[in-house]
């Protein structure tokens, strides 16, 4: 079992920044691959960036590409996502996922253990 804990989210102006944590306790961290993902009111749950074991590769989904960074750090179980030049349209909880395999799987049903969420709303 693996519990993932994510923070950092909130009340953020348009072209402005924030940097998401995800926490992770239980199984030894480095053992997942560990993605980002967001879900809008009504909208489905979106990928946004994922990241190997030992951060040796990334993947993102299109609508952040350029402006968003996914990193990790075994040494304190931790995945962050940095999220800079944000926009309206980027407004919705946050998701952080550990799954199993070697690649930044873009799919929801390739991660086993999800977080409860953070909020993210960006204004005009």
């Known amino acids: 079992q693996v519990q993932l804990v994510e923070s950092g989210g909130g009340l953020v102006q348009a072209g402005g920044s924030l940097r998401l944590s995800c926490a992770a306790s239980?199984?030894?961290?480095?053992?997942?691959?560990m993605g980002w993902f967001r879900q809008a009111p009504g909208k489905e749950r979106e990928f946004v960036a994922a990241?190997?074991?030992?951060?040796?590769?990334?993947n993102y989904g299109d609508s952040v590409k350029g402006r968003f960074t996914i990193s990790r750090d075994n040494a304190k179980n931790t995945v962050y996502l940095q999220m800079n030049s944000l926009k309206p349209e980027d407004t919705a909880v946050y998701y952080c996922?550990?799954?199993?395999?070697?690649?930044?799987?873009?799919?929801?049903?390739?991660?086993?253990?999800w977080g409860q969420g953070t909020q993210v709303t960006v204004s005009s």
């Open positions: 239980g199984r030894t961290f480095s053992s997942y691959i």
């Open positions: 990241i190997t074991r030992w951060g040796g590769r990334t």
């Open positions: 996922a550990a799954g199993l395999g070697d690649f930044p799987r873009t799919y929801t049903h390739s991660y086993d253990y």
